[in-house]
């Protein structure tokens, strides 16, 4: 012991250093290997709020159990200290926590004198206020990582100094489908996610924006380690020295995928509705012409005999105009005007009649299985459309299947909740019947899944498809209120998903039974006022009525209708007008026409239903073209018994 430090020696040296200590901003702390304290500055004292007395009586063991109380995880801080006394010759550095919230960082190192060690000398450093701020980056952190986490919002910082860095936030991972050790934290590594048709369109955004002639703002595609792809949309700024060069490209990325799939939703129903409204047009012109050629080809032939050389021909052209008219309805079932009788029927029991009849039709080599749901409620619609919807359906997997397959039809009841319904828009949350239609094709690329229901549309060979049976499908299913989706992937087949909402247990109105037909008033001569902008629909019911003794008056036009009604007060006992002319329409005649006489007969002709046409009443019949001249006399005949019935009872 002879090399230690007297107490006088010790009390020497510590006194000229005891006007460098009182400057240092931390607390000193110096200890004899004995335990004893040997010095100590005036900041050790604020920090701990001791006085020197307290220090010079109670010594290190009063210091530990006076602090003990105010320091969290006590046991641990006393077990830290442990090892200091065995081993002085090596530093230590731990924090010391009090429950008022301050934190001192502790360093204890050995006073040595030369190679022997004299004691320690422990140094408190308050960092309190650095925790604090530690604590509200972290944070903030974690709020920032949240609100990415809401909001599907990733953020990255490229590095463009050379080394490829790039890194990722939490939320970035999570929408590419990686880990933080699973991405390898370079531009390459981004960039081999990207998908391969993209990545192009990507690199050539962020050398344009490097360069500064646009900035960095572009949707993608990415490709998940599972092999999905999702929609992201980056945007990102360019961080530059002094002299404009980049230092760094810091962005935001979002996914975007059920945004996207809306958007392309929308766009594909807004199509769909234009192409509907456009095979709508088409078929009120097309029923026009073939009113025309069928109703002409009827008279003709009524005006030959059996014998005549020239009636076979006729008799072609009248069936002609009757095929023709089949397609003016698939145009308008497509486009939502055709007339349908709406009942309720079981879809079950109709799905498993087509079942055995679909084996007949598709051939030996196509296995036909249905799978029905039990208590499935029934529907409202028209069974025979349906029917040949599915039919078309079935035919189209046929086709799909020219070595043969399987053809399943199933049915089921299903609840389809928020999230559901928005990945089958227009769809509305709730329960519908489903009827899956599944082939085993060789099924479609999305490029023809995208256009499968647009009208005229085929992939078939020429003379081989009209492309409208699909088309036909999706305005039926239109109509009755439902909805159609198609899944398919090349080479493993083909779905189509039919929705129905269950019906009211209850049966609609049936139309009321037309009246019969009955001869020719032989009282006088009934006036009918005919207007038709087509001159040959209208020369037509012109001649179709002249045989039949009606008084009649022509116009081609609204205007010119009232014209003639002026002139001819009282005079008019029924008005056939077309629905839809150029300037004043049909409908907006009769019902000026009819508050001058209200008691005048009006049948409108047109190839919509009633339903698409605003304005028709109860007291407006309509009649649909394309019409034959029987049903047209008829028409006519059962409007003015009524008429006259009406008349007769006030």
């Given at each position: 012991?002879?090399?230690?430090?007297?107490?006088?020696?010790?009390?020497?040296?510590?006194?000229?250093?005891?006007?460098?200590?009182?400057?240092?901003?931390?607390?000193?702390?110096?200890?004899?290997?004995?335990?004893?304290?040997?010095?100590?500055?005036?900041?050790?004292?604020?920090?701990?709020?001791?006085?020197?007395?307290?220090?010079?009586?109670?010594?290190i063991d009063w210091i530990i159990q006076a602090l003990a109380p105010l320091i969290e995880g006590r046991d641990e801080v006393l077990s830290a200290s442990a090892p200091i006394w065995s081993q002085p010759d090596h530093d230590s550095l731990d924090e010391m926590r009090f429950k008022d919230g301050r934190v001192y960082e502790r360093i204890i190192s050995p006073n040595r004198r030369g190679a022997q060690v004299l004691g320690l000398v422990a140094s408190f450093?308050?960092?309190?206020?650095?925790?604090?701020?530690?604590?509200?980056?972290?944070?903030?952190?974690?709020?920032?990582?949240?609100?990415?986490?809401?909001?599907?919002?990733?953020?990255?910082?490229?590095?463009?100094?050379?080394?490829?860095?790039?890194g990722w936030s939490r939320e970035a991972h999570r929408i590419f489908g990686l880990t933080a050790t699973e991405f390898e934290g370079t531009h390459e590594a981004f960039f081999t996610r990207v998908h391969q048709s993209d990545r192009d369109a990507v690199r050539a955004a962020s050398d344009a924006a490097l360069?500064?002639?646009?900035?960095y703002d572009i949707e993608h595609r990415i490709v998940r380690p599972d092999g999905s792809v999702r929609w992201v949309h980056e945007k990102a700024d360019i961080v530059r020295d002094d002299g404009g060069a980049p230092l760094r490209m810091i962005g935001t990325m979002q996914d975007v995928t059920e945004r996207r799939l809306l958007e392309d939703q929308l766009r594909q129903s807004q199509k769909m509705e234009a192409i509907g409204r456009l095979a709508g047009g088409i078929a009120h012109d097309l029923n026009n012409a073939l009113t025309a050629i069928a109703g002409y080809s009827e008279l003709a032939?009524?005006?030959?005999?059996?014998?005549?050389?020239?009636?076979?021909?006729?008799?072609?052209?009248?069936?002609?105009?009757?095929?023709?008219?089949?397609?003016?309805?698939?145009?308008?079932a497509f486009s939502r005007k055709e007339l349908l009788e709406p009942r309720l029927f079981d879809v079950n029991q109709t799905i498993s009649a087509l079942g055995r009849l679909l084996s007949r039709l598709l051939g030996a080599?196509?296995?036909?299985?249905?799978?029905?749901?039990?208590?499935?409620?029934?529907?409202?619609?028209?069974?025979?459309?349906f029917e040949q919807a599915v039919i078309?359906?079935?035919?189209?997997?046929?086709?799909?299947?020219?070595?043969?397959?399987?053809?399943?039809?199933?049915?089921?009841?299903?609840?389809?909740?928020?999230?559901?319904?928005?990945?089958?828009?227009?769809?509305?949350?709730?329960?519908?019947?489903?009827?899956?239609?599944?082939?085993?094709?060789?099924?479609m690329?999305?490029?023809?899944?995208?256009?499968?229901?647009?009208?005229?549309?085929?992939?078939?060979?020429?003379?081989?498809?009209?492309?409208?049976?699909?088309?036909?499908?999706?305005?039926?299913?239109?109509?009755?209120?439902?909805?159609?989706?198609?899944?398919?992937?090349?080479?493993?087949?083909?779905?189509?998903?039919?929705?129905?909402?269950?019906?009211?247990?209850r049966q609609p109105?049936?139309?009321?039974?037309?009246?019969?037909?009955?001869?020719?008033?032989?009282?006088?001569?009934?006036?009918?006022?005919?207007?038709?902008?087509?001159?040959?629909?209208?020369?037509?019911?012109?001649?179709?009525?002249?045989?039949?003794?009606?008084?009649?008056?022509?116009?081609?036009?609204?205007?010119?209708?009232?014209?003639?009604?002026?002139?001819n007060p009282d005079g008019i006992d029924l008005l056939l007008t077309d629905a839809i002319m150029p300037g004043k329409s049909g409908l907006d005649l009769a019902q000026e026409l009819v508050s001058r006489s209200p008691r005048l007969r009006v049948i409108v002709m047109s190839g919509y239903t009633q339903d698409t046409l605003s304005g028709l009443n109860d007291s407006v019949e309509l009649l649909q073209k394309p019409f034959a001249p029987r049903e047209l006399r008829q028409r006519i005949r059962v409007a003015l018994d009524q008429a006259k019935e009406n008349s007769r009872l006030r």
């Open positions: 012991m002879a090399d230690r430090l007297t107490p006088e020696e010790t009390i020497k040296l510590l006194n000229l250093l005891e006007a460098t200590l009182d400057a240092i901003p931390d607390g000193i702390l110096a200890l004899d290997l004995d335990r004893r304290i040997v010095a100590y500055n005036r900041q050790y004292l604020r920090m701990f709020d001791f006085t020197a007395d307290q220090l010079r009586q109670g010594g450093r308050d960092i309190s206020h650095a925790k604090q701020t530690e604590q509200a980056l972290e944070q903030h952190r974690a709020f920032l990582e949240k609100a990415q986490e809401v909001a599907h919002i990733g953020s990255w910082v490229a590095e463009m100094d050379g080394s490829d860095r790039l360069e500064g002639t646009r900035p032939i009524g005006q030959l005999a059996a014998s005549h050389p020239a009636r076979a021909d006729v008799e072609e052209i009248r069936r002609g105009a009757e095929r023709a008219g089949s397609v003016t309805r698939q145009l308008l080599d196509i296995e036909v299985r249905t799978e029905l749901a039990p208590s499935v409620p029934p529907i409202l619609g028209d069974p025979g459309q078309n359906l079935a035919v189209n997997a046929r086709d799909a299947m020219p070595h043969g397959g399987r053809l399943l039809l199933s049915t089921a009841v299903e609840d389809l909740d928020l999230v559901s319904a928005r990945a089958n828009m227009p769809m509305a949350p709730g329960r519908y019947i489903v009827l899956r239609v599944s082939d085993s094709g060789h099924g690329t999305p490029d023809t899944l995208a256009h499968i229901f647009e009208p005229f549309f085929t992939t078939k060979e020429p003379g081989k498809g009209t492309g409208l049976g699909l088309s036909m499908v999706y305005g039926t299913l239109k109509q009755i209120g439902g909805f159609i989706f198609a899944d398919s992937e090349v080479g493993r087949g083909t779905t189509f998903r039919l929705y129905f909402r269950p019906a009211a247990a109105d049936s139309p009321a039974a037309a009246a019969a037909p009955t001869e020719p008033d032989s009282e006088g001569r009934p006036t009918v006022l005919v207007v038709e902008d087509e001159a040959a629909v209208r020369n037509l019911v012109a001649s179709t009525l002249r045989k039949e003794g009606y008084r009649l008056l022509l116009a081609g036009s609204a205007e010119e209708a009232i014209e003639i009604a002026a002139a």
